[in-house]
């Protein structure tokens, strides 16, 4: 129910259901370079891991998906600017939720008389 109201909300700010998922399709591509960034991150940080699969014609198909990911990125920064401000407002909004939910506990001092 929560979610189809925030759907219904959206959709109402931005009037169109187009406008909507071209903001929602960005931010979905910048997280899709990311991960397959991370592909290259692990194998260089754990090269002797187990790979259970492996991606046909590494280092080149990952490297080309994250080439056309950047041009769909910038080419959407480019023609639909609003769109993708507005998701990337919408990212940055998550970041002090993130913040919040992994910060560690404050160390507590121990009590002097303990001592």
């Known amino acids: 129910?929560?979610?189809?109201?925030?759907?219904?909300?959206l959709i109402l700010f931005w009037?169109?259901?187009e406008s909507l998922i071209s903001y929602v399709?960005?931010?979905?591509w910048i997280f899709f370079a990311l991960a397959a960034t991370g592909?290259?991150?692990?194998?260089?940080k754990r090269p002797s891991a187990e790979?259970?699969?492996?991606?046909?014609?590494?280092?080149l198909t990952p490297l080309v998906f994250i080439i056309i990911s950047?041009?769909?990125?910038?080419?959407?920064?480019?023609?639909?600017?609003?769109?993708?401000?507005?998701g990337i407002a919408f990212l940055a909004l998550g970041v002090p939720?993130?913040?919040y939910w992994n910060r560690k506990p404050v160390p507590r001092k121990q009590d002097q008389r303990s001592q």
Do not use: H, K
């Open 1 to 9: 129910m929560i979610q189809s109201a925030w759907a219904i909300i």
């Open 51 to 59: 790979r259970p699969y492996r991606t046909l014609g590494y280092p």
């Open 39 to 44: 592909v290259f991150i692990l194998r260089r």
């Open 15 to 17: 009037g169109t259901f």
């Open 25 to 28: 399709v960005f931010t979905d």
């Open 70 to 86: 950047i041009w769909f990125v910038g080419n959407t920064l480019l023609n639909r600017p609003e769109e993708a401000w507005a």
């Open 97 to 99: 939720v993130f913040l």
